[in-house]
């Protein structure tokens, strides 16, 4: 099996990763900003991704790089360039730097459209860089991530709860189970027919979902039938300053996110899923979300 150098190893995709990793036999180096608990099989690297230092210890002896780190919320364009683009190619010249060539990227849907918010933009410039890089680089750009211990969708199972779920104003998503997305990246390592592909990966549902289908499963997996209401674009963007007001760097729905989240399809690119013989989706979007709620109930997150 393969030494895999993760980073964003504590986050939300990252954690699924790690156990995933550790599951099938590879040994990790994780980067870290904060302590851990010593895990057998994990060698926990202390540093960040503008620590070219700890990058060169995380990369040192590593057959393949897994970079999942990222900025989701920004204060500003320039907070998601250093973090997304320069984090990026800052762990890519790290790799180059150790003889590490083979690359896997966590990128996302909102690169196909850079001119709808600084999140978009940022991505699709750290695509760039990597693509220039000269490694043996692959992409997956996931659309809407959910599954236990997420926080970016947990306000919609919260809403559906008290049965009224405001939406953006028409449209359609793909989802992904953030367990399938992982079996995706660790399939990727060893694969080399993937090597400058960008692949985008979902539930495999044909068209994906409407925002109103995803949101009354959602109602389905909390108990409850939902009453579904598209919300003006500039109603959201009122909504988005008073989160922003009101929760601060902990807000979801901020003013970046509006223009992205009122595009009216965020479905995969069929001819850029990845191949069948390599990676297929196993979790059933409904009974996935109906395990995220149970697991969000017990976490005492749904109130």
């Known amino acids: 099996m393969s030494v895999l150098a993760i980073t964003g190893a504590t986050g939300f995709v990252g954690k699924t990763l790690l156990r995933l990793a550790l599951d099938q036999g590879h040994q990790v180096r994780a980067l870290v900003r904060k302590p ?6 994990v060698t926990w690297i202390d540093g960040a991704l503008d620590d070219p230092a700890a990058l060169g210890r995380l990369v040192d002896g590593a057959d393949a790089v897994i970079h999942v780190a990222g900025m989701v919320n920004g204060a500003n364009r320039a907070a998601f360039e250093a973090c997304n683009v320069g984090g990026t190619l800052a762990v890519a010249n790290a790799a180059k730097a150790a003889g590490v060539r083979r690359f896997i990227h966590v990128s996302s849907l909102a690169a196909r459209e850079p ?7 940022s991505k699709a410039r750290a695509e760039d860089a990597l693509a220039a890089s000269g490694l043996d680089w692959t992409m ?4 809407a991530i959910y ?3 997420d926080t970016e969708m947990l306000d919609l199972f919260r809403m ?4 009224l779920m405001l939406l ?3 449209g359609k998503l793909s989802v992904i189970e953030v367990s399938d997305l992982a079996r995706l990246l660790l399939a990727l390592v060893a694969d080399r027919g993937s090597i400058a592909e960008i692949y985008e990966a979902d539930d495999g549902a044909p068209d994906g979902w409407t925002h109103e289908g995803f949101a009354r499963a959602i109602g389905w997996a909390v108990d ?13 963007k009122t909504a988005a300053r008073l989160d922003k007001l009101f929760r601060r760097s902990r807000a979801k729905l901020t003013p970046d996110r509006v223009d992205y989240f009122c595009h009216p399809d965020w ?7 990845p191949p069948a013989t390599l990676w297929e989706p196993h979790v059933n979007t409904r009974g996935g979300l109906k395990t995220t709620a149970a697991w969000y109930r017990r976490a005492g997150w749904l109130g």
């Open 224 to 236: 409850k039938r939902v009453t579904t209401f598209a919300t003006p674009k500039a109603l959201l």
């Open 140 to 143: 997956v750009r996931p659309p």
């Open 36 to 41: 851990q608990d010593p895990r057998t099989g």
């Open 267 to 273: 479905t995969v690119d069929p001819s850029r899923r």
């Open 160 to 163: 559906a709860r008290r049965g």
């Open 115 to 121: 001119q709808l918010s600084d999140y978009g933009w």
């Open 168 to 170: 953006p104003p028409g």
């Open 147 to 149: 599954g236990p211990g």
